[in-house]
């Protein structure tokens, strides 16, 4: 999230304007694409990542998703990701599979979606309202949650999800 912003802030003192840098899923949006109201971002089908399970239609904005579905190894039959509990050491199991938000900042969009993905749903709703970022919860039952204002520029996109 920090390299982003950093990258983010080098483009546009070079005159850069309308444009989205993407750095590992890191993602800024900068302007608007021509023709449109925004630039579409889409968020990962846990299941098959080659596809999307939700579109986002966003603008001068930082978005960044973290997820239990592309950085794992399985020991023995058993799947450990990458988002880890501080509470317990291992990998956190709050019924998500991934969390994406989207708040002004890069950094602070990194830090939150791996806090809402180790707190879950419910405990994360009052830390997105303090810091001002909207979330998309995606749960290991292939509902999907939708926080704040990014309900109006939300779309599922895959079928076997239901929005909730």
Same mark, same amino acid.
């Given at each position: 999230? #920090?390299?982003?912003?950093?990258?983010?802030?080098?483009?546009?003192? =070079?005159?850069?304007? @309308? *444009?989205?840098?993407?750095? &590992?899923?890191?993602?800024?949006?900068?302007?608007?694409?021509?023709?449109?109201?925004?630039?579409?971002?889409?968020?990962?089908?846990?299941?098959?990542?080659?596809?999307?399970?939700?579109?986002?239609?966003?603008?001068?904005?930082?978005?960044?998703?973290?997820?239990?579905?592309?950085?794992? #190894?399985?020991?023995?039959?058993?799947?450990?990701?990458?988002?880890? =509990?501080?509470?317990? @050491? *291992?990998?956190?199991?709050? &019924?998500?599979?991934?969390?994406?938000?989207?708040?002004?900042?890069?950094?602070?969009?990194?830090?939150?979606?791996?806090?809402?993905?180790?707190?879950?749903?419910e405990k994360s709703l009052p830390l997105l309202e303090k810091y001002g970022a909207r979330a998309v919860f995606v749960f290991n039952d292939k509902s999907v949650r939708v926080t704040g204002s990014l309900?109006?520029?939300?779309?599922?996109?895959?079928? @076997?999800?239901?929005?909730?």
């Amino acid at each position: 999230g #920090y390299a982003t912003e950093m990258a983010a802030r080098w483009l546009e003192a =070079d005159g850069a304007f @309308g *444009y989205v840098l993407n750095v &590992g899923g890191n993602i800024r949006i900068v302007g608007t694409k021509p023709d449109c109201s925004g630039w579409v971002t889409g968020v990962k089908d846990p299941a098959n990542t080659e596809k999307f399970a939700v579109k986002l239609m966003l603008a001068d904005t930082s978005c960044v998703t973290s997820g239990s579905y592309e950085r794992y #190894y399985t020991v023995d039959g058993v799947r450990y990701h990458h988002i880890l =509990d501080p509470k317990t @050491g *291992y990998p956190a199991e709050s &019924g998500l599979v991934s969390v994406t938000v989207v708040c002004d900042d890069g950094f602070l969009s990194d830090a939150l979606s791996t806090a809402c993905f180790v707190l879950g749903y419910e405990k994360s709703l009052p830390l997105l309202e303090k810091y001002g970022a909207r979330a998309v919860f995606v749960f290991n039952d292939k509902s999907v949650r939708v926080t704040g204002s990014l309900a109006d520029s939300f779309e599922l996109e895959k079928d @076997g999800f239901k929005l909730l």
